[in-house]
């Protein structure tokens, strides 16, 4: 093998020093060629080592590379998905869109159609309202002029019964002065007529044998001188019946005076029947304005509506709604309501009457009291066959009420129909007034407890007038009807009294 300095040859080196120097020149080449070679050897090696790395990366980022790609395919797998979900949810999201914008018109449209019929409604309200207004205020007026025209007539008739009653102490204290006195004359008169009757049947025998003689012995002119003391006869027997006739004529005089007296007490009592029947009819048909249509009682603490104007009591109307959420009578479900202290004042006043008028109050079971005096079960089954027991003893209460109160307006119907007085002797057109719904419901009477006590007059003392009587009159018979006639004027005079001035309190309260 060839070196690799064969190059240099010694036949090219002219000189020693120059061979030496080419020498030199050789062993440096070649220490340069051997360090060469190792840093070639090093560098291949790194480069190697280069290559491998640059390999292992290029694998590891083919791998990234294929892994990125897997992930960018399952990301846009995902966001495929996705913006296919998105454009879903938008689809949908625009349909509801649609649909609450049709809602929201549909809402709109009917709001508008409800703020139409809430104005309509409301004016016809204000129109009914102010129809009912000026419908109230004629009917105050109507009602101001009857009740005018009523305590004009009640003044009229309690003049007229403090007429009949002065013309009645006057015609009694005229019967017993005639009484007397007839009594005298017919003690007196009685003898004389017992004597007159028993000397006429005497002498009647005696002057008829007296005429058959005369017309026996004397057919032509003794017939005339005869029939002179006939006739003279026939005189005084007719003065002696003439005076019998008087006698019994005034005999007669006090039975004419007693039944003249009858007939008065007859008319005072039917009077007071009928003042009485009018007064419960009356009473019947206010109690049916008061009651409560829920409980079916007199209002207790009453309560009126706003959504609808009727008036119910608080304790009925608070049950009801706890059951159902709305009003009873318009079936409103915003239910406002505030007390009504006119219907209040109403229910104490008819209470008023009720106890004047000598009616038992109606018992009115405490349906509270009794229900928290109840145990209470836990049992859901047992509460609610607890509450439909409670309801139907509410519900028999309730009905046997009824029951009762048409009883009632029955007798009082069919008392009233069974007395035949005539109207002029009543106070016409007075108790007859018909009680007017208005929108709180609330009839136009009233008369306070207070003057109750001020109104009826003192009541007179029977023992004092059965004393005089008793020793003016004789008779027990006529005692006890001139007692009952003054109980009855009493009577009469109190509600005619009671009358006026509830129609006089009602006129000023009522009429604007």
């Avoid at 690799?4 to 010694?10: C, K, V």
């Avoid at 008779?475 to 009294?497: C, E, H, K, V, Y």
């Amino acid at each position: 093998m060839a070196s690799p300095y064969s190059f240099i040859s010694p036949s090219s080196v002219s000189s020693p020093h120059e061979c030496e120097s080419a020498w030199q020149l050789a062993e440096e080449s070649k220490t340069a060629l051997v360090g060469l070679e190792a840093t070639l050897k090093r560098r291949n090696l790194a480069l190697e080592q280069q290559v491998k790395q640059k390999l292992q990366e290029t694998l590891n980022l083919s791998r990234e590379k294929e892994n990125a790609e897997q992930t960018l395919q399952n990301e846009r797998r995902d966001f495929a998905g996705k913006r296919e979900a998105l454009w879903g949810e938008i689809d949908r999201e625009k349909m509801n869109a649609e649909r609450s914008t049709e809602d929201v018109q549909r809402l709109e449209r009917r709001l508008s159609a409800q703020e139409r019929e809430f104005r309509e409604e409301k004016q016809q309200l204000l129109q009914t309202l102010r129809e009912q207004e000026t419908s109230f205020l004629q009917a105050a007026n109507v009602l101001a002029e009857k009740c005018e025209e009523a305590a004009t007539k009640g003044e009229q008739l309690e003049q007229e019964v403090q007429r009949l009653q002065k013309q009645l102490e006057e015609q009694r204290e005229k019967f017993k002065e005639e009484r007397d006195r007839w009594t005298q004359q017919g003690a007196t008169r009685g003898g004389q007529g017992v004597e007159l009757k028993s000397t006429l049947l005497r002498l009647v025998p005696h002057l008829r044998s007296l005429l058959e003689a005369a017309e026996f012995e004397l057919e032509g002119a003794g017939t005339q001188t005869q029939t002179v003391p006939g006739d003279q006869a026939e005189t005084a027997a007719g003065a002696e019946m003439v005076a019998l006739t008087q006698n019994e004529d005034v005999a007669a005089q006090p039975r004419e005076q007693e039944s003249v007296l009858k007939e008065l007490l007859e008319q005072a009592s039917d009077a007071a029947k009928a003042q009485r029947d009018i007064s419960l009819r009356n009473l019947a048909q206010r109690e049916g304005v008061l009651t409560c249509p829920i409980s079916l009682e007199l209002f207790a603490d009453p309560v009126v509506t706003k959504c609808c104007g009727k008036t119910f009591s608080s304790n009925g109307l608070r049950q009801a709604l706890m059951q159902r959420s709305v009003c009873p009578f318009c079936r409103s479900t915003r239910v406002s309501y505030c007390p009504n202290r006119d219907v209040a004042k109403l229910v104490v006043f008819h209470r008023a009457e009720r106890s004047i008028l000598g009616l038992p109050e109606p018992v009115v079971p405490n349906i509270d009291s009794a229900m928290q005096q109840e145990p209470q079960e836990s049992d859901s089954n047992h509460s609610s066959r607890s509450v439909s027991t409670r309801q139907s003893r509410l519900r028999d209460r309730r009905i046997e009420r009824m029951h009762t109160r048409s009883s009632t307006r029955n007798v009082a119907a069919n008392t009233g129909q069974g007395q035949s007085v005539s109207r002029s002797t009543l106070r016409p057109n007075h108790q007859e007034l018909a009680l007017q719904r208005s929108p709180s419901d609330a009839p136009s009477i009233a008369v306070p407890v207070r003057r109750v006590r001020f109104i009826i007059p003192p009541r007179p003392d029977p023992e004092v007038d059965s004393r005089s009587d008793t020793r003016l009159d004789s008779s027990s018979d006529m005692t006890t009807r001139s007692d009952s006639a003054r109980q009855l004027a009493w009577s009469l005079t109190a509600i005619t009294a009671l009358n006026t001035s509830r129609n006089r309190q009602t006129t000023s309260r009522r009429v604007p």
